[in-house]
């Protein structure tokens, strides 16, 4: 009883917090309330269990039950209060797909089903396996519920430092602990460190990324075929469901929340629903709360946000001063930059300098390189997605073209691909490449986006686009 209450009450909490800030009615609502719910929901419990469960760990549910339950009744009223005022979205014409591309799709989608059966079956009948997952992000959460409270977790020196006072150590002890409290609540909901219920989030996780990014996939446009067509795209991506299988990493979590924040970010720019705005900027905030290179996707997310709303006369000043800092950075030897999450990163010359992660000295290995290619379009672990991708966006160019945020998205995830490619061939991070570890875990991070700029690519354009425009005129 104690578990079904730990689950139902987050994602009670969470959709009733989704439908106050996106009370809309429209194609895929439902979906995107119960995918967003699930996710904002599981955070919610975290958050709870981080303020109100730090002196008592083994009883942490029934001490943030309460308050999550408060806001799970004030998010109901809001949102039942806003919903009577909210216009419906406008209807569409249903077109009727042929019967084979149905039959088609539903054979895709039952294998999806099947899939996500024998990925609960691996997290319900397998401990905690992969090795980052037991070595450092469950640390800090079996510590803590064992020990019955919280203690702090101190870099190796500090703590040998203070043998007197109780402090932890490990490997990840500098990373953000908002998955550790997330797991610290359901243990203690289960009664024990029990670890299938401790890791069951990641499947509920799954299911929260691919019903999130429907119903919104659905609400930006895309016809009912196209966005289950996209959905089965996204969700049978091999890398994608071994980190459900296998649970217990973080990446998934941070590619999550990247992809609902890009595509809420979508609908503000298309509909200027506030709601929408607020949650892309709540999940934007989150990303370094979750893993330390979150920082870096936040700081890129600012930056394409900015531009994307400056004035045109403005952006060419904005690029100018992008050209200008790099240069300086080329000049200069030394410089530092103030990175939130991450602190003051020093560059220079010979490396680049990060507190949280360490140095990482600049050359360029061509070996890493190659490893990067071989993982995208070598290794099954993306189907045949970057082969795709491609050809895709060169198939639908003028669509990009006449969509001005969707072609500021696209310039988002190239951005971030590039970052990537730096990072793994002219540091000392090639390293995760050549061994084929970090290098597709933080090409995940940005496959939602990236699969939301392919699946866009086929739907209708915005009402305020260039091509519409056109037509509208040439018909008036």
């Not at 959460?141 to 402090?167: I, N, R």
């Not at 979750?290 to 946000?305: D, S, T």
């Not at 696209?410 to 061939?425: E, K, N, R, Y």
Request: charged residues 10%.
């Amino acid at each position: 009883m104690s578990l079904s209450i730990a689950w139902l009450l987050p994602l009670a909490a969470g959709i009733a917090l989704w439908l106050a800030g996106a009370p809309r009615r429209g194609p895929g609502a439902l979906a995107a309330a119960c995918g967003h719910g699930i996710v904002f929901g599981l955070f919610l419990a975290a958050a709870a269990t981080a303020i109100f469960a730090r002196a008592d760990t083994a009883h942490a549910w029934t001490h943030a039950a309460w308050p999550l339950a408060i806001l799970a009744a004030l998010s109901t009223v809001v949102a039942w209060r806003r919903s009577r005022r909210a216009p419906a979205a406008p209807i569409h014409k249903v077109e009727n797909a042929n019967k084979w591309t149905m039959g088609l799709l539903a054979v895709a989608l039952a294998s999806l089903v099947f899939r996500g059966w024998l990925m609960f079956r691996e997290i319900w009948l397998r401990p905690t396996f992969p090795w980052d997952a037991w070595d450092a992000w469950a640390v800090k959460s079996k510590t803590w519920f064992l020990l019955g409270h919280y203690a702090p977790f101190v870099s190796m020196p500090d703590w040998l430092a203070h043998p007197a006072q109780e402090l932890y150590t490990g490997i990840a002890w500098a990373y953000p602990a908002t998955l550790a409290w997330m797991q610290v609540w359901f243990a203690s909901a289960a009664g024990g460190w029990i670890e299938p219920q401790v890791n069951l989030p990641w499947f509920a996780l799954w299911i929260g990324l691919l019903f999130g990014h429907y119903g919104q996939w659905r609400a930006l446009g895309l016809d009912r075929v196209r966005a289950l067509a996209a959905l089965y795209a996204l969700g049978s991506l091999p890398l994608l469901d071994v980190h459900v299988a296998l649970a217990g990493y973080a990446d998934l979590w941070l590619a999550t929340l990247l992809g609902f924040a890009v595509l809420a970010w979508l609908r503000w720019r298309r509909e200027r629903d506030f709601g929408q705005l607020v949650i892309a900027l709540a999940c934007a905030a989150l990303l370094p709360a979750i893993k330390l290179e979150g920082a870096i996707w936040l700081m890129l997310c600012a930056v394409v946000a900015i531009y994307d709303i400056l004035p045109r006369r403005w952006r060419r000043l904005a690029l100018a001063a992008s050209v200008g800092v790099l240069v300086l950075l080329a000049i200069v030897r030394r410089i530092s930059l103030p990175v939130p999450g991450l602190g003051w990163v020093q560059i220079t010359h010979g490396g680049i300098v990060v507190p949280a992660l360490g140095e990482y000295a600049l050359n360029f290995h061509a070996d890493a390189l190659a490893s990067v290619l071989t993982s995208l379009f070598v290794q099954p672990n993306w189907h045949l997605l970057w082969w795709l991708a491609p050809g895709i966006v060169l198939w639908r160019w003028r669509a990009l073209r006449d969509d001005e945020s969707l072609r500021h998205l696209g310039a988002f995830v190239l951005l971030g691909f590039a970052f990537l490619l730096f990072l793994f061939t002219c540091t000392d991070a090639s390293r995760w490449a050549e061994s084929y570890t970090a290098v597709n875990r933080l090409i995940l991070q940005l496959v939602p986006a990236t699969v939301t700029v392919l699946a866009l690519l086929f739907g209708p354009l915005p009402l305020h686009s260039s091509l519409n425009a056109r037509i509208t005129k040439r018909s008036s």
